[in-house]
Structures are given as C-alpha cells and as structure tokens.
T-cell receptor
Framework: SQQGEEDPQALSIQEGENATMNCSYKTSINNLQWYRQNSGRGLVHLIL?????REKHSGRLRVTLDTSKKSSSLLITASRAADTASYFCATDAQGLQGAQKLVFGQGTRLTINP | NAGVTQTPKFQVLKTGQSMTLQCAQDMNHEYMSWYRQDPGMGLRLIHYSVGAGITDQGEVPNGYNVSRSTTEDFPLRLLSAAPSQTSVYFCASSRTLNYGYTFGSGTRLTVV
C-alpha cells in the first residue's frame, strides 16, 4: 500500500484564491516532499521539509508538517491559472535491504478557474 | 546538462514481447528509481537503486527486472509484456533522499 494519501482528490478554485492540499502518511519519516505534475509531463520537485521542521516557505508555497499527526499540508497563495496541475506528496520509507526509497501518494488534481 | 533522459517516449508491444526502457542521468546521482503511473493510482514504485550494483524492489516489482552496472544508467526490463503493464513509466534520480528527485519526461507504453 502507498505511504502517503492526499486529500482532497480534486480541488477547483477561482484564480486569486488560496489552495490547500493535505497529505497523511503511515510510518515515521526523515523528510516529506511535494511535487507538481502538469498534464502529460514528468513531476517537478517543489519543496522538501525535514522531520524536525514544522513549516517551510518557497515563494507562494507554504508547507507545514505535523509529525505527531503524520500529516502535511501544502498551501498555494494567490493562485494563478498556471498552478493548474496535479500535486503529489512523497515520503521516504525503509526498503527491504535497509536503504531508503521514495513513495508517492495518489495526488490532488488542482484546477484554477479564470 | 541533460538531466534524466528516458527512451523511447512511446512504445507499443504485443503481449509476450520483451523490451527494455532506458534511463540515463548525467548528474552523478546515486539514487535512481522507476515508477509507473496509472489513472487514479498516483505513482507506484517498481524498483529503485541507491548506487551502482545495489537495487531493491518497490511496491509493484513483478514482471520487471533492473540492474545498475553504472551510476549513469538504470534500465528497466519487461520480461514478458502483459496488457496490465500498459502505463506511463517515469525514471527519476537524486543525489540522496535529502534532495528532491529529478524526473524524466516518461515513456508511454501500450501492450496489446
């Protein structure tokens, strides 16, 4: 089963509004990452937050992490049409041989309406 | 600096055929992974590698083989293609898991 689960699965808002997406995960992590995927394209890394951090900012993006609740949120402020994309959270997990692997959730499909 | 290069971009196979999806990176990254993406399923990890000669299975490894003989290349082999392997395949690499992954542009595979 996948480590992370995003909520909601789909979100539609008006341009200029803020968009919030949530991610929950199951096991302890070293860090959590957020990615964006435009339709038909590869994923693009947005931001990484470490387990000892509670909040991180990058431009119009704000990520929070609550390790006690095993959850994270991605906030996009002042949304633009170009923000229309799918957003995924990803967490590290222990592999069979002890190495770390990166596993993704199912994503949130964000649509920004003009 | 080309990043992560995947070939081919599109492929149609007949059931039972075998093929290799190529992935190469020029960033000297130790970590490389293969994912498949199906509608509504997000990305599922097939196999991953933490360095040359070291590979491990992901969530959905059955029907796929990998090897990592060099840092740069991480090919994914489909042993006997099945319609259930119709998907978009992404290769990604990273210095370590404390850095973000760089993704290739994907290979769209159809098995008929």
């Amino acid at each position: 089963s996948q480590q992370g689960e995003e909520d909601p699965q789909a979100l539609s808002i008006q341009e200029g509004e803020n968009a919030t997406m949530n991610c929950s995960y199951k096991t302890s992590i070293n860090n959590l990452q957020w990615y964006r995927q435009n339709s038909g394209r590869g994923l693009v890394h947005l931001i990484l937050i470490r387990s000892n951090e509670r909040e991180k900012h990058s431009g119009r993006l704000r990520v929070t992490l609550d390790t006690s609740k095993k959850s994270s949120s991605l906030l996009i402020t002042a949304s633009r049409a170009a923000d229309t994309a799918s957003y995924f959270c990803a967490t590290d997990a222990q592999g069979l041989q002890g190495a770390q692997k990166l596993v993704f959730g199912q994503g949130t499909r964000l649509t920004i309406n003009p | 600096n080309a990043g992560v290069t995947q070939t081919p971009k599109f492929q149609v196979l007949k059931t039972g055929q075998s093929m290799t999806l190529q992935c190469a990176q020029d960033m000297n990254h130790e970590y490389m992974s293969w994912y498949r993406q199906d509608p509504g399923m997000g990305l599922r990890l097939i196999h991953y590698s933490v360095g040359a000669g070291i590979t491990d299975q992901g969530e959905v490894p059955n029907g796929y083989n990998v090897s990592r003989s060099t840092t740069e290349d991480f090919p994914l082999r489909l042993l006997s293609a099945a319609p259930s392997q119709t998907s978009v395949y992404f290769c990604a690499s990273s210095r370590t898991l404390n850095y973000g992954y760089t993704f290739g542009s994907g290979t769209r595979l159809t098995v008929v």
